[in-house]
C-alpha cells in the first residue's frame, strides 16, 4: 500500500496552514534548458477537517531565492513557488446576519467586497465599503446628494453620535483615497475599515427589528406570563419597503 504524502497549505475550513494529504498530483515542464516554468497540480485533503482543495504550482527558473544553508554553512538556493488555492482563500467570513438584511442591494454589495477579499482585490473591498455606507444612508435618511451632507442627517435624526462619525470619517476617506488615488489598504487595515462598516449595518437595520422581535417575546407585566399580542410588528424591512 502506498504510504499518503502529506504537505503544509493552507485550510479554508480551518483558516490556518494545516497538514494535507496529496490525493492526486500533474506534473508539467515548459520551456528550455535556459528559462523553464514547472507546474504542480494538486488535490489535497486536510489531515483534519478533510477538506478538498485545488492547488495550481508554479515555479520559474529565474525565481530562486539565495541564502546559507544552516546546516552546512554553505550558499544554497530554493526556488519560490506561486501558490493559487481553489476556491479562493478566503481570510475573513462576512456576518451570518448580512443574509437577514431587508434590502437585497446591500447583501448584493457585501457578496462583491467578499468574493474581491478573495482575490486579494483590497480597492474593489475599500471603494465597496464606502459604496455600502451610501447605501445605508439612503435607506435611512433618504439621498441627501452627497456623503457629507447624509453623514449629516444621520446624525440630526439621532442615528449617528458624533463620536461615531469621528470614527466612520477615515473610513469615507479610505473609500475615496481607493477610487481616486489608487491606495490599497493592508489586510489588517480592511478589517477595520469592514469592523467599523458592518457594525454601523447591524446597530441600524439589524438590531431595530431584533429589539422589535424580543419586545414582543417579552411578557408584559400582568399578563400572566404569556407575550404580548395585538400590535402588529412593523419591521425595519417594512419601513424601507414603504
Known amino acids: 500500500m502506498t504510504e499518503d504524502r502529506i504537505e503544509r497549505f493552507f485550510c479554508n475550513a480551518c483558516k490556518q496552514k494545516t497538514k494535507h494529504f496529496i490525493r492526486g498530483e500533474y506534473n508539467k515542464h ?18 483534519g477537517c478533510e ?24 550558499p544554497d538556493s530554493e526556488g519560490k513557488w506561486d501558490e493559487v488555492i481553489y ?25 462583491e467586497i467578499y468574493n474581491s477579499l478573495q482575490t486579494g482585490s483590497n480597492y474593489l473591498a475599500t471603494f465597496g465599503s464606502r459604496t455600502l455606507i451610501d447605501r445605508l444612508i439612503v435607506l435611512t435618511v433618504g439621498d441627501k446628494g452627497n456623503f457629507p451632507k447624509g453623514l449629516q442627517a444621520l446624525q440630526d435624526g439621532g442615528m449617528l453620535s458624533q463620536h461615531e462619525r469621528d470614527i466612520l470619517n477615515p473610513v469615507v476617506d479610505a473609500g475615496n483615497a481607493a477610487a481616486h488615488r489608487g491606495w490599497a489598504p493592508t489586510k489588517e487595515q480592511i478589517a477595520v475599515i469592514l469592523d467599523t462598516v458592518e457594525g454601523l449595518i447591524h446597530r441600524l437595520l439589524v438590531l431595530p427589528k431584533l429589539a422589535e422581535e424580543l ?6 407585566r400582568g399578563g400572566g406570563g404569556k407575550a404580548k399580542a395585538g400590535k402588529p410588528v412593523v419591521t425595519v424591512k417594512d419601513k424601507i419597503d414603504a
Open 215 to 220: 419586545e414582543e417575546a417579552v411578557p408584559s
Open 51 to 74: 477538506n478538498l482543495e485545488l492547488v495550481k504550482m508554479t515555479l520559474f527558473s529565474e525565481d530562486v531565492e539565495y541564502f546559507d544553508n544552516p546546516n552546512t554553512g554553505e
Open 30 to 47: 515548459d520551456g528550455d534548458a535556459a528559462y523553464w516554468y514547472k507546474h504542480r497540480m494538486l488535490i489535497i485533503e486536510c489531515c
Open 87 to 111: 476556491p479562493p482563500v478566503t481570510y475573513r467570513n462576512p456576518p451570518t446576519w448580512f443574509e437577514d438584511l431587508p434590502d437585497p442591494t446591500l447583501r448584493a454589495i457585501s457578496d
